[in-house]
């Protein structure tokens, strides 16, 4: 159980940090991959959100870079056996002035006591608003976010709990999907902030891994499935 690992600091009842979760080496080889991106200009989303102060999702680097693969190894290798990340191995950007709106992971989270939420949820899916081309949002344990470079503001606070936390570059933040755990990252000040935002199902409920999204018959045939089940499937 990664809430057991000495590394690992409670900083509220389902709250944890992981100081230093990537060494300096593992942060120079992503600050790489991300300089190389920015040149290529592969962001996902740069048009809609880069004038926005507030936004709904921070920007997304296309998930393209082999580089940025041990995200979600060692994510996968803290988590497991139990749990086990979704397939990502993006990197989220915001750059100065903007901030993101408060939220929380899991619409439909077990421990979540709000049938008319759930509901909600339920038919969102079914006219094919909600974007959930894994069909894992009911099913999303933890939410957690990687820091991978410096940065000034975009502190991480909560709105129920009074918890407020100013990560570094290097930490790991995990923190329950449900409705009580609602966040929001306050304005960049001096950036841009790069980030790996993730979550976390049972690995009994995982749908697939990295190796297998990346793989383009794989991804096919799920989405294949997704259409054919009513949920609004990605262009993969």
């Known amino acids: 159980m990664f809430k057991n690992n000495p590394n ?18 593992e942060l120079d080889r992503i600050s790489v991959a991300i300089n190389k991106l920015e040149e290529l200009g592969h962001w996902l989303n740069k048009d809609k959100y880069s004038e926005d102060s507030v936004i709904p999702a921070p920007q997304q680097v296309f998930q393209g870079s082999e580089a940025l693969n041990l995200l979600y190894e060692k994510a996968k290798e803290f988590f497991g056996p139990e749990y086990s990340p979704l397939p990502s191995n993006g990197i989220s950007k915001m750059i100065e002035g903007q901030s993101l709106e408060v939220h929380w992971d899991s619409p439909a989270h077990p421990d979540d006591d ?69 966040h929001g990252v306050k304005p960049v000040t001096k ?23 990346l793989n383009p018959e794989f991804t096919a045939a799920k989405a294949k499935e997704a259409i054919e089940k009513g949920i609004n499937a990605p262009n993969w």
Do not use: W
């Open 191 to 213: 950036g841009p902030r790069y980030a790996n935002t993730n979550f976390i199902t049972l690995s009994k409920d995982s749908p697939m891994t990295l190796s297998e999204y």
């Open 114 to 182: 709000h049938e008319e939420t759930e509901t909600d949820f339920f038919k969102k899916k079914e006219k094919g608003v909600l974007y959930d081309p894994l069909d894992t949002c009911h099913i999303v344990q933890y939410g957690y976010v990687i820091y991978v470079n410096d940065f000034e503001g975009g502190e991480l606070y909560y709105t129920d709990i009074d918890l407020e936390y100013a990560p570094k570059k290097g930490d790991l933040i995990v923190h329950s999907a449900s409705s009580k755990y609602k």
């Open 8 to 25: 690992v600091v409670k900083l509220a009842e389902e709250v944890y940090l992981y100081r230093n979760f990537l060494n300096e080496e």
